[in-house]
């Protein structure tokens, strides 16, 4: 006795009321699982995919039928009833239920001319509206810098000493580092182009110049950025997910006096005594570097570090780490302010306050190059 052939598979028949397609086998996950089996059904469902003769389908004949047979058949009947349909009642049932629970794919929708547009457009708005809260955000911090000066009591002074400890003395190690490292890395540069010409007793001047005047200040400003930038905008966003900012607002406590200006004030004081102290560990770093590489001695280094730098350039290093402190703390706070009662938007602006900040910062070196171009040089 030969046993029935449970392959899942559907026959071509030819009747006097037409062409139909029978269905047989079992149309089970565990029959159509397998590669060879489901390779040979897919092929032969593509073949029929072009029969457009065909009107009528006998599924009587199928000996099982679980779901995933039942998603096969509909998917290919591009999840429509045939015209002329020869099944039982639990083939049915089966098949109306893969209809019921099927999951429409969303229709991929061809990009117009008028998307890149839209999209532009959408862009500048947000960098209006940003634009406008920072200037906004600017506003408020001076008013509140004149009511410090008016009534200097009242100012907050606990949290402006917190915020110098936790912002300045707590990112001395990590600055040291880096600017020592920085240093080193940059004589070693520097040694292995002078020594062909030459002129070793010039990396006093070019280090001198490059530290002092721009890589000290730009790279404190950088950590700080990432570091307490950070920070702040995770600060006052968690106090926006808890509410406390809507309690402050009820209390008519007012946000900027208490949150936004000693942060900023504190960043203002602590970003030029960080940048000098980079940029201490940064010459150090190349000191030693210059000595062991190019037999610079430390005492030559020292004596003639203040001839190769004129003391215009500690100046506008000293400036430029202010204004570097100053927009840290307003983009931080910014962003801050700006994030919703939720988690993600909570870790969308810390984001988003970070590469600001870091953008920010270089954007303003570059233009502090272009107009003091010709002080300290």
């Excluded at 290919?76 to 083939?91: A, M, V």
């Excluded at 906004?136 to 009511?147: A, K, P, V």
């Excluded at 610079?296 to 780490?321: G, Q, R």
Aim: positive net charge; proline residues 4%.
């Amino acid at each position: 006795m030969l046993m029935e052939d449970s392959t899942p598979r559907i026959e071509q028949q030819d009747t006097p009321d037409g062409r139909s397609f029978v269905v047989r086998g079992a149309w089970t996950a565990a029959d159509l699982t397998g590669k060879p089996v489901w390779d040979a059904l897919t092929a032969q469902l593509k073949r029929l995919g072009s029969e457009t003769s065909v009107i009528r389908w006998n599924l009587s004949q199928i000996e099982k039928l679980d779901y995933l047979g039942a998603q096969v058949l509909w998917n290919h009947w591009g999840r429509h009833w045939p015209e002329q349909l020869q099944i039982e009642p639990s083939q049915r049932a089966m098949l109306e239920t893969a209809a019921k629970f099927t999951v429409s794919l969303p229709k991929v929708r061809k990009t117009g001319w008028k998307e890149p547009i839209i999209l532009l457009g959408s862009r500048v708005l947000a960098l209006v509206d940003h634009t406008k809260g920072l200037v906004r955000l600017i506003g408020q911090l001076l008013l509140d810098i004149i009511r410090l000066i008016r009534r200097p009591r009242e100012g907050p002074w606990r949290d402006f000493s917190g915020h110098l400890y936790h912002i300045g003395a707590t990112a001395l190690p990590i600055t040291a580092l880096v600017g020592f490292l920085i240093g080193v890395v940059l004589a070693y540069l520097i040694s292995q182009q002078l020594r062909k010409f030459g002129a070793d007793t010039f990396i006093v001047n070019i280090l001198g110049i490059s530290l002092i005047r721009e890589l000290g200040p730009v790279l404190a400003a950088i950590l700080i950025a990432g570091r307490s930038g950070s920070a702040i905008t995770a600060q006052i966003g968690v106090m926006r997910v808890t509410e406390e900012l809507d309690a402050m607002r009820v209390m008519g406590i007012a946000r900027g006096f208490r949150l936004v200006m000693p942060r900023a004030l504190a960043l203002a004081v602590v970003m030029p005594l960080i940048s000098l102290w980079t940029t201490l560990a940064a010459l150090l770093g190349g000191m030693l570097a210059a000595d062991i590489s190019m037999d610079v001695t430390p005492s030559y280094f020292i004596h003639s570090l203040p001839a190769a730098v004129e003391v215009a350039n500690l100046t506008l290093a000293t400036a430029k780490s202010i204004v570097f402190g100053l927009l840290i703390a307003l983009v931080g706070c910014h962003y801050g302010l700006r994030v919703k009662p939720n988690t993600e938007s909570l870790g969308q602006g810390t984001t988003a306050s970070v590469v600001t900040s870091i953008t920010v910062v270089i954007l303003v070196d570059a233009l502090f190059a272009v107009l003091f171009k010709n002080v300290g040089i």
